[in-house]
C-alpha cells in the first residue's frame, strides 16, 4: 500500500510540473544588431529604446495560446508604433495546437479579417545544443526565413523546453515540441522571465 501512495504521489508531482495544462509566460524583449545588416544609427538607437522597454505576455491551454505585447508608454510614439511592427506585437497572436496553425486580425477599412500564418508552426531543424532558461532545460531549433514582398532572409533561433511539452511561443511562432522561452527573429531577442503553470484563476483562451 505504501508502494501504491508513493507511486501515486510521484505521477501526481510529475503530471503538475511537466504537463500543465495551463500556463503564463511573461517575456521581454531585446534588440539586436544583427550582423551584416546596415541600419542607420540613429534609427538604431531610438528602435533599441523602445524594444529594450517592451514586455509580452503569453497564456496558453491544451488546445490554443494568446501573445500579446502589454501596454506601455512609449518614448517616441513613432518609432513606438515602428518597435511593435519589428517585434510582431502591433496585434495579438492566436494559436491553435490541433491545427497547428497561428492567427491574428487584421481591420481593413471598416472589416476584420482573420489572417492565417502556417508558416510560423513549422519548418523547423531541431539540433543537440541545449541550455538552462528560468531553471528549464531547453534546446534549440532554427528555421530559415524570407521576409514577404522582399529578397531579405534571415534564420530564427529557438530554446523550448519538453519539459512543458505545448507548441507555443513568441509573436506565433511554435509548432516545436516544447514551450519556447527564448527566440531570435531579425533585430529582436524574446526571453521568457517567468513561468506560471496553471495559474489561480485560470487564463484568458
Known sequence: MK????????????????YAQEGVVEYHSI????????????????AALEINDMEYVLEYNSRQSYFEGLPRVPHDEFMGKIATAIA???????????????????????????VIHDDQMGGWTLHNESKKIDGYNCYKATKHHVQPNSEIEFTIEAWYTPEI?????????????????????????????????????????
Open 3 to 18: 508502494i501504491k501512495k508513493v507511486v501515486l504521489f510521484v505521477v501526481l508531482v510529475l503530471s503538475e510540473q511537466f
Open 31 to 46: 534588440f539586436y544588431d544583427r550582423p551584416g545588416v546596415e541600419v542607420d544609427k540613429d534609427f538604431k538607437r531610438k
Open 88 to 114: 510582431l506585437s502591433d496585434r495579438p497572436w492566436y494559436q491553435n495546437s490541433t491545427k497547428k496553425s497561428a492567427r491574428r486580425n487584421k481591420k481593413i477599412k471598416d472589416s476584420i479579417y482573420i
Open 165 to 205: 511539452p505545448v507548441p507555443y511561443g513568441p509573436a506565433g511562432y511554435g509548432g516545436l515540441p516544447g514551450l519556447i522561452l527564448q527566440m531570435e527573429r531579425s533585430h529582436v531577442i524574446f526571453v521568457a522571465d517567468k513561468v506560471t503553470l496553471n495559474p489561480k484563476g485560470g487564463i484568458k483562451p
